[in-house]
């Protein structure tokens, strides 16, 4: 075998089979398919595990524009709550340090006694009555209730207001009784005998009442004041001082010269004050109270009248 023979025979084996070092060659078509397929299938996958459970809005741009703003609202209201909530603590704070001053003792009597009058509402005047008799309705008992009454009334609780109004006022006005002067005391008494109906009949009734109150007047006991009768003028002798058991006797000149001044000062305050003009709810009570306060002048002026014309 020659050197051609050989080469001949070579290049046909090597003719007869593909070349090795040529890639196989595919469709550009099928290349891209296959990366959307791909893309598709773990897209899909997503969505499945992301959808799971929530609602089709979720994944809608307007609908969670709505719910942020919801959540911005809701935010919004919850601090209002919280400063208004720490207002409010602020307040009662506040209204818990007035008692500060007093001693700690003495305020938990006072919540007692005013926790006894909420208690029994129908026998409120009788245990008022009683508490003063024993010294116990003191100005720390107004205290108590006026910090009870200023609570509800923050609190908007309108049947607490107006239980504790009354409470105060029913306090307030015991108290002021038992430090007024005797004649002070005969003109609360004469004025709470009005209805608001009959006032000539009233004024009746006042003018029985001053001619019992009252010592009957004639030269001699111009002359002699009362409790001073047993002193002999001619001989001197006898008592110059009046017993303890007089000292509350009440003459007209001394309920004429308080009750005038009385007046003197109501007037004095009246022409301070402006009439309010409006309609709304503190206006209009702000009226009624000055019509309600006329008219309770207007009686102390016909009693007045009464007592300086009172003849027995």
Request: net charge negative.
């Amino acid at each position: 075998m020659n050197l051609l023979s050989l080469t001949s025979s070579l290049s046909l084996c090597y003719c007869s089979f593909p070349a090795l070092t040529t890639l196989p060659t595919f469709p550009s078509s099928y290349k891209c398919t296959s990366g959307a397929v791909l893309r598709r299938c773990v897209k899909r996958e997503k969505e499945e595990e992301l959808l799971q459970g929530m609602p089709k809005e979720y994944y809608d741009d307007e609908w969670q524009a709505q719910q942020r703003k919801k959540t911005k609202e809701l935010q919004r209201r919850r601090r209002q709550e919280e400063e208004e909530e720490e207002r409010k603590m602020g307040e009662y704070r506040e209204i818990g340090l007035r008692l500060k001053e007093y001693p700690e003792e003495d305020v938990i009597k006072a919540r007692k006694l005013v926790a006894s009058f909420l208690k029994v509402p129908e026998e409120v005047e009788e245990r008022i009555e009683e508490a003063a008799e024993k010294g116990e309705l003191t100005e720390l008992v107004l205290m108590v209730i006026w910090n009870r009454l200023d609570i509800a009334r923050r609190d908007e609780e309108k049947d607490a207001i107006r239980s504790l109004d009354l409470l105060y006022r029913r306090a307030e006005t015991e108290i002021l009784k038992r430090e007024a002067t005797p004649a002070m005391r005969l003109l609360n008494d004469l004025l709470i005998m009005y209805d608001g109906h009959d006032f000539e009949q009233w004024l009746k009734k006042c003018k029985k009442v001053m001619v019992d109150a009252f010592p009957q007047e004639d030269p001699f006991s111009i002359l002699v004041p009362p409790g001073l009768e047993s002193f002999d003028i001619d001989k001197h002798q006898g008592p110059l001082r009046p017993s303890l058991e007089d000292d509350e006797i009440l003459l007209r000149v001394d309920f004429v010269r308080e009750v005038d001044e009385l007046l003197r000062e109501v007037r004095s305050e009246k022409s301070e004050v402006q009439n309010e003009s409006g309609f709304d709810l503190e206006s209009v009570a702000n009226r009624l109270k000055q019509q309600e306060k006329q008219q309770t002048i207007r009686q102390v002026e016909a009693l007045l009248d009464l007592a300086v014309g009172l003849k027995w």
